[in-house]
């Protein structure tokens, strides 16, 4: 396909002989030779015009490439010949002409003579860049070059997007004469030769002419072709000027030896890159990739998060730059990094991507898999070397930031899960101190590994939403905790998801010290579980949503606890469903049905309960404590009470108050007592001396009294 034009071609005009093409332009075709588009070209034309690029400012994005294409041509045959003695300097121009509503891009390339105009302008089906590595393709010395040539598209034709009337003057080295070549873009053109005026200062290359629509005025003016310059050329390797102003100064700091970029290069190209300039990186990955996919890179992990990262977590797209050969190509492509990664800011560049026709859309290929890929795992050893810092409050505050997004991979990343799991974070029954500066020690899942008892089997956790306090107090943890194994406290309800796409880590099972079936703790006797038996199946008929009762192996001071059955919610994830906008009810209450009571058989309140069953079953009081006592646990337990099980619960306890204070019924309402009478307090004023001084205002304040009590229905206690 034919990126055409520059790539192949340039030239250098003077801005007054330009000035005078310009207004030649009219008669240019009255002499000329006139052809017409090839079928396919044609076609292109229109194709292009109304759907093949999405952004009219693109057009320039592909005649700077193709002017850069020239020049790359041009520098690298200089090599094969002897130019030496050429002085002319590699450059693309600009020149922006209002008054004549013209826009001029120049390239001092390798140009074009007749003969290649009609190959590369009127046709798609021939590339002269095309052509020109095929030429080369049997000659190492030529394949040595070939990174200097990317790939053609049609970039020529996009000037079509904006301009009716497109003309190319062109020369080569080797030709005196030059060309011009005009277009409508409606099915023919002409070539011609440039009148002997013009041809006494041209020395090489080309340009390309564009009269600007009517409507498209902001095409003429300089900020918006500095601003078109800077988002699409900006790392092109020539110099680019508007109206002799160089436009793209920073230099492409990814293509250089990594040894030789120092820290404060690094510094600096971040602001240039990032869209929320700050504090320097935190941390920066700068590395080649060579086999399927070549590429260079750049990534940087800024000190700040990014605003709204976790907000728009699922839309969010990484600050990464995708460029082809310098030229830049999309920063909101989603198949370079995973969400978790979003936070990241860089460039990535290849010479080999391949491009839809429009170069607006990449191809899914194998080869953007094996970017995505590298990429992932150089951001993952960036973070390790963080975490491997000799100063621990660098990965500290990482974690703090980016902590969530870590979490998020663990999800969602399965081809990097084990690379992540590392990098966790988190307190444990072991390490809830505090360092110096009152901050929480922090441990790592290998670290726990290590400290494991010989014959311990499981690694246990527990999730809670309330804070470290809360899960340090949970009975869940008191028998594992006083038989020594350590428990790790994970209190962000994201660490639910986390645990349940975790099953294991180096050989060790994650169980959730809230669930069914403890591994390594002891197990209660069997004559205890056949003693509480009886008890067990009565109580689960009282209580609604229980699956069964039974002795408990993980509890030493606390009375009971409801634990989950191995495919039930915990009672985190029970909080998290109920708060969903489409939650199930169905799966919600199939769930509850999930939960176990374990009870605590040298617990006085479970020995009494058991003392009374089995003198009278069928006592309602036995059946309302046990009521009450099971949704003492659950809450302790971390669950919720349902609406009506909470009216039912506080009655409960107002009973239980009445029975302590031998009341009797407390939902029985007394008549109501005969109160006294209230006596109001009297106020004296100072008076004169005969009693009368401040009457008047005692009055007063009896009549403000008295609407104050007409005002109220309730006085204060």
Same mark, same amino acid.
Not at 112 to 133: C, D, H, P, V, Y
Not at 186 to 194: D, F, N, Q, V
Not at 235 to 259: C, G, M, Q, S
Not at 442 to 459: F, G, N, P
């Given at each position: 396909?034919?990126?055409? $034009? @520059? %790539? !192949? +071609? #340039? *030239? &250098? $005009? @003077? %801005? !007054? +002989? #330009? *000035? &005078? $093409? @310009? %207004? !030649?332009?009219?008669?240019?075709?009255?002499?000329?030779?006139?052809?017409?588009?090839?079928?396919?070209?044609?076609?292109?034309?229109?194709?292009?015009?109304?759907?093949?690029?999405?952004?009219?400012?693109?057009?320039?994005?592909?005649?700077?490439?193709?002017?850069?294409?020239?020049?790359?041509?041009?520098?690298?045959?200089?090599?094969?010949?002897?130019?030496?003695?050429?002085?002319?300097?590699?450059?693309?121009?600009?020149?922006?002409?209002?008054?004549?509503?013209?826009?001029?891009?120049?390239?001092?390339?390798?140009?074009?003579?007749?003969?290649?105009?009609?190959?590369?302008?009127?046709?798609?089906?021939?590339?002269?860049?095309?052509?020109?590595?095929?030429?080369?393709?049997?000659?190492?010395?030529?394949?040595?070059?070939?990174?200097?040539?990317?790939?053609?598209?049609?970039?020529?034709?996009?000037?079509?997007?904006?301009?009716?009337?497109?003309?190319?003057?062109?020369?080569?080295?080797?030709?005196?004469?030059?060309?011009?070549?005009?277009?409508?873009?409606?099915?023919?053109?002409?070539?011609?030769?440039?009148?002997?005026?013009?041809?006494?200062?041209?020395?090489?290359?080309?340009?390309?002419?564009?009269?600007?629509?009517?409507?498209?005025?902001?095409?003429?003016?300089?900020?918006?072709?500095?601003?078109?310059?800077?988002?699409?050329?900006?790392?092109?390797?020539?110099?680019?000027?508007?109206?002799?102003?160089?436009?793209?100064?920073?230099?492409?700091?990814?293509?250089?030896?990594?040894?030789?970029?120092?820290?404060?290069?690094?510094?600096?190209?971040?602001?240039?890159?990032?869209?929320?300039?700050?504090?320097?990186?935190?941390?920066?990955?700068?590395?080649?990739?060579?086999?399927?996919?070549?590429?260079?890179?750049?990534?940087?992990?800024?000190?700040?998060?990014?605003?709204?990262?976790?907000?728009?977590?699922?839309?969010?797209?990484?600050?990464?730059?995708?460029?082809?050969?310098?030229?830049?190509?999309?920063?909101?492509?989603?198949?370079?990094?995973?969400?978790?990664?979003?936070?990241?800011?860089?460039?990535?560049?290849?010479?080999?991507?391949?491009?839809?026709?429009?170069?607006?859309?990449?191809?899914?290929?194998?080869?953007?898999?094996?970017?995505?890929?590298?990429?992932?795992?150089?951001?993952?050893?960036?973070?390790?070397?963080?975490?491997?810092?000799?100063?621990?409050?660098?990965?500290?505050?990482?974690?703090?930031?980016?902590?969530?997004?870590?979490?998020?991979?663990?999800?969602?990343?399965?081809?990097?899960?084990?690379?992540?799991?590392?990098?966790?974070?988190?307190?444990?029954?072991?390490?809830?101190?505090?360092?110096?500066?009152?901050?929480?020690?922090?441990?790592?899942?290998?670290?726990?590994?290590?400290?494991?008892?010989?014959?311990?089997?499981?690694?246990?956790?527990?999730?809670?939403?309330?804070?470290?306090?809360?899960?340090?107090?949970?009975?869940?943890?008191?028998?594992?905790?006083?038989?020594?194994?350590?428990?790790?406290?994970?209190?962000?309800?994201?660490?639910?998801?986390?645990?349940?796409?975790?099953?294991?880590?180096?050989?060790?099972?994650?169980?959730?010290?809230?669930?069914?079936?403890?591994?390594?703790?002891?197990?209660?006797?069997?004559?205890?579980?056949?003693?509480?038996?009886?008890?067990?199946?009565?109580?689960?008929?009282?209580?609604?949503?229980?699956?069964?009762?039974?002795?408990?192996?993980?509890?030493?001071?606390?009375?009971?606890?409801?634990?989950?059955?191995?495919?039930?919610?915990?009672?985190?994830?029970?909080?998290?469903?109920?708060?969903?906008?489409?939650?199930?009810?169905?799966?919600?209450?199939?769930?509850?049905?999930?939960?176990?009571?374990?009870?605590?058989?040298?617990?006085?309140?479970?020995?009494?309960?058991?003392?009374?069953?089995?003198?009278?079953?069928?006592?309602?009081?036995?059946?309302?404590?046990?009521?009450?006592?099971?949704?003492?646990?659950?809450?302790?337990?971390?669950?919720?009470?349902?609406?009506?099980?909470?009216?039912?619960?506080?009655?409960?306890?107002?009973?239980?108050?009445?029975?302590?204070?031998?009341?009797?019924?407390?939902?029985?309402?007394?008549?109501?007592?005969?109160?006294?009478?209230?006596?109001?307090?009297?106020?004296?004023?100072?008076?004169?001396?005969?009693?009368?001084?401040?009457?008047?205002?005692?009055?007063?304040?009896?009549?403000?009294?008295?609407?104050?009590?007409?005002?109220?229905?309730?006085?204060?206690?």
């Amino acid at each position: 396909m034919l990126r055409s $034009l @520059s %790539r !192949s +071609h #340039a *030239l &250098t $005009l @003077s %801005r !007054s +002989h #330009a *000035l &005078t $093409l @310009s %207004r !030649s332009l009219p008669q240019i075709g009255a002499l000329a030779d006139t052809h017409v588009f090839e079928a396919n070209t044609n076609r292109l034309l229109d194709i292009l015009v109304h759907s093949l690029y999405s952004d009219r400012d693109v057009f320039l994005r592909e005649l700077i490439s193709n002017a850069a294409d020239a020049l790359d041509k041009r520098r690298f045959l200089s090599i094969q010949s002897d130019e030496s003695q050429d002085a002319t300097p590699y450059e693309i121009s600009i020149v922006v002409e209002p008054e004549n509503r013209l826009l001029r891009i120049a390239d001092t390339g390798i140009g074009m003579n007749a003969t290649a105009m009609r190959e590369n302008l009127g046709t798609i089906a021939k590339s002269g860049t095309a052509a020109f590595l095929e030429s080369l393709a049997d000659s190492p010395k030529g394949s040595n070059q070939l990174d200097l040539i990317g790939q053609f598209g049609v970039g020529f034709y996009s000037a079509f997007l904006v301009s009716d009337n497109v003309s190319v003057v062109s020369k080569t080295s080797v030709d005196a004469t030059p060309y011009v070549w005009s277009s409508s873009g409606t099915g023919e053109y002409s070539i011609e030769e440039a009148s002997s005026e013009l041809s006494a200062d041209l020395t090489r290359g080309t340009e390309i002419r564009i009269h600007v629509n009517d409507g498209l005025d902001e095409y003429l003016t300089d900020s918006k072709i500095q601003s078109m310059v800077k988002t699409y050329s900006s790392f092109i390797n020539f110099p680019i000027k508007l109206n002799d102003t160089v436009l793209n100064e920073a230099k492409a700091l990814w293509l250089r030896d990594p040894k030789e970029v120092t820290e404060e290069e690094h510094d600096g190209f971040f602001q240039v890159l990032t869209p929320f300039p700050g504090p320097k990186p935190m941390a920066h990955s700068h590395f080649s990739a060579e086999g399927d996919v070549d590429f260079k890179a750049v990534l940087y992990i800024p000190s700040v998060v990014p605003p709204d990262f976790y907000d728009m977590f699922q839309t969010a797209k990484a600050n990464l730059k995708l460029y082809v050969r310098r030229v830049f190509i999309s920063d909101t492509l989603q198949d370079i990094v995973p969400k978790w990664l979003s936070f990241l800011v860089g460039v990535v560049d290849s010479d080999s991507l391949p491009l839809n026709v429009s170069r607006e859309v990449l191809q899914a290929t194998e080869g953007i898999k094996v970017i995505k890929r590298k990429v992932v795992r150089k951001a993952i050893d960036m973070i390790k070397r963080i975490a491997a810092d000799e100063d621990p409050e660098k990965y500290g505050t990482f974690w703090k930031m980016y902590g969530k997004a870590i979490k998020m991979g663990i999800i969602e990343d399965q081809p990097n899960q084990r690379r992540l799991l590392p990098l966790l974070r988190f307190q444990t029954s072991y390490t809830t101190k505090t360092d110096a500066d009152g901050n929480p020690n922090a441990t790592t899942l290998d670290d726990y590994v290590s400290r494991m008892k010989e014959d311990q089997t499981s690694i246990y956790y527990l999730v809670g939403s309330n804070g470290i306090d809360e899960l340090k107090r949970s009975p869940f943890v008191e028998m594992l905790d006083a038989q020594g194994y350590e428990v790790i406290f994970f209190d962000d309800p994201l660490d639910e998801y986390v645990t349940a796409h975790v099953t294991e880590y180096e050989g060790k099972t994650l169980s959730n010290a809230s669930k069914d079936n403890l591994q390594d703790v002891d197990k209660p006797s069997k004559k205890a579980s056949a003693y509480f038996k009886g008890l067990g199946k009565w109580w689960k008929e009282q209580v609604d949503d229980l699956s069964s009762v039974r002795v408990s192996s993980r509890l030493a001071s606390a009375p009971c606890v409801v634990v989950s059955g191995k495919y039930g919610w915990s009672a985190t994830m029970e909080k998290i469903a109920k708060l969903q906008a489409l939650a199930d009810p169905g799966r919600a209450a199939m769930m509850k049905n999930q939960r176990i009571l374990e009870i605590n058989p040298r617990h006085p309140l479970i020995q009494e309960i058991r003392r009374r069953w089995e003198n009278d079953p069928e006592d309602a009081g036995l059946v309302a404590n046990s009521k009450l006592l099971y949704e003492t646990c659950l809450l302790n337990s971390g669950f919720l009470l349902e609406a009506d099980e909470v009216r039912s619960h506080n009655e409960r306890i107002l009973q239980l108050l009445g029975a302590d204070l031998a009341l009797g019924d407390v939902g029985v309402m007394r008549d109501e007592l005969e109160y006294p009478d209230v006596v109001e307090p009297s106020s004296q004023g100072e008076g004169d001396d005969d009693g009368t001084r401040g009457s008047g205002k005692a009055e007063e304040s009896k009549e403000e009294s008295k609407a104050d009590d007409d005002d109220h229905d309730h006085d204060e206690l």
